[in-house]
């Protein structure tokens, strides 16, 4: 019964409180859009409000196209465990995300995988309402 | 800018540049020692003997605590939810929240922890007064108002994001206003407290805005001059900084409330060495049947604040604007071919 409270309660708290971040992810990003690229960084810039990866992508015909992944605030990145070695232009690193809902390529980073496996969270967004969020 | 606008960023250059030049002197109270002093913490003073606030703070841990009390805390005082049951709502909405980030995309393991920490927020809600938590009722011309903006709005002719200027003051990278320039965020919860004699500044790490507070009783500024973060005066009560602040614009006004009658009263009192308590008490008879109170610990973290330069790169709102577009077209498309 306790464990029952504590557990409705934490949904209570969650839904009352909503989580902020410096934009909406829903007027930016399609939810629908999950996208998984594995991509050369072409660099990366390290701008508020938030940083963007380049990355190109090895299309099937074997040209590239320039993704921009759209990631945290340097700050938040910098306590997450990013540096600026982390992400070196060269290196092929794969990162899911969600695309921009006007088809452009951009996309909404959420996690990035370097090529020694370790992962690095970049959501920048929060409350996003993408399909896992709102279960 | 106005003369007067350069004169105040001037002095604020000088007063920061002075009050980092100044080594911080640990001056022990100048008061002797009583009873009640030895059992309550005493706040060091600056050198020119001013209760010492200074530091690098952050309210990173109280992000998710929510402004009300939830209903199923009806009957009880929010000093009496703590230890392990606090405890367990706040590892219990860290464990939900973490596991909605995760999802399918999987998260690395211990993201969270340094960056967003939820269980160490200290309390169950926010509101300390009225003691049941709540804010009090709306006035009924509140109501009016807020009916009378949103229809406004409403009969605009214009959709969310047909401008930037249909877009908020936060996402614009302009202000998040008062009090909400210090509502806990995922990230961006920084603030950095310098003083300097007769002056406080506060710099706000998100949107990376600054507060220059003078002390000296000199009256507001004329009610016809409103800024979004409106204009500061600060006094000491005791130990403790008490800020008005008054003369607020329209936009991005907190809550609905009336700009030229709402009074936001902060208390920021130094509890223990590394803990700043910031109260915050929203005044406007023209909005609510009673003045109401919440409060919350600042926790010291290792500085300095690192800037936030918003408008350096808000690519965010160009891509708002876009997706905007793109839904416009789609649903004249979608248009089109049912009217086929």
């Known amino acids: 019964m306790r464990t029952i409270t504590i557990v409705l309660l934490g949904a209570l708290l969650l839904t009352a409180a909503p989580v902020w971040a410096h934009h909406a992810f829903a007027a930016e990003f399609d939810a629908n859009k999950q996208v998984t690229l594995k991509g050369t960084i072409a660099k990366m810039d390290w701008i508020n409000p938030h940083a963007w990866l380049h990355i190109d992508v090895k299309e099937a015909d074997g040209s590239l196209t320039r993704w921009m992944i759209e990631l945290g605030p340097p700050n938040s990145l910098l306590k997450r465990g990013w540096t600026k070695q982390s992400v070196p232009a060269g290196i092929e690193v794969t990162v899911v995300g969600y695309q921009s809902k006007d088809g452009a390529k951009r996309a909404n980073g959420r996690d990035i995988t370097l090529p020694n496996g370790k992962q690095l969270f970049a959501g920048s967004s929060g409350g996003t309402g993408a399909p896992y969020e709102t279960k | ?340």
Not at chain 2, 43 to 67: A, H, I, K, Y
Not at chain 2, 82 to 92: D, M, Q, W
Not at chain 2, 290 to 313: D, N
Request: hydrophobic content about 35%.
């Open chain 2, 1 to 340: 800018m106005s003369h007067r606008s350069l004169r105040l960023v001037t002095v604020a250059a000088a007063l920061w540049i002075t009050a980092t030049l100044v080594s911080p002197v640990s001056a022990q109270t100048r008061r002797s020692p009583t009873t009640a002093a030895v059992k309550k913490w005493t706040p060091p003073r600056t050198p020119w003997g001013d209760p010492d606030l200074q530091g690098s703070f952050s309210n990173t841990s109280e992000n998710g605590t929510p402004l009300e009390r939830p209903e199923i805390f009806e009957g009880r005082k929010l000093e009496d939810i703590k230890g392990e049951e606090l405890v367990a709502i706040k590892r219990e909405a860290q464990k939900r929240t973490v596991e909605n980030f995760q999802g399918p995309l999987h998260a690395p393991d211990g993201w969270w922890q340094p960056d967003l920490n939820m269980t160490k927020g200290s309390q169950a809600w926010l509101i300390v007064d009225p003691p049941n938590g709540k804010i009090p009722s709306l006035m009924p011309e509140a109501t009016q108002r807020a009916a009378a903006r949103a229809a406004a709005r409403r009969n605009s002719g214009r959709g969310p994001a047909d401008s930037w200027e249909d877009r908020s003051l936060y996402d614009r990278c302009i202000t998040r206003g008062l009090p909400g320039s210090m509502m806990p965020a995922i990230y961006g919860n920084s603030y950095q407290i310098l003083q300097a004699p007769g002056y406080v500044t506060i710099v706000y790490e998100m949107i990376h805005e600054i507060r220059v507070i003078p002390l000296d009783g000199r009256p507001h500024a004329a009610a016809s001059v409103r800024s979004y973060m409106g204009d500061a005066r600060g006094h000491w009560e005791g130990d403790t900084l008490v800020v008005e602040t008054t003369n607020f614009r329209d936009e991005g006004i907190y809550r609905n409330a009336n700009p030229a009658t709402l009074r936001v009263v902060e208390r920021f009192t130094r509890t223990v060495s590394d803990t700043v308590k910031w109260s915050v008490t929203i005044n406007d008879p023209a909005t609510w049947i009673a003045p109401w109170t919440f409060s919350m610990p600042l926790t010291k973290e290792e500085g300095p604040v690192l800037e936030y330069a918003c408008h350096e790169g808000n690519l965010g709102l160009m891509n708002i604007l876009s997706a905007a577009r793109a839904e416009d077209k789609a649903a004249e498309e979608a248009a089109k071919k049912n009217g086929k």
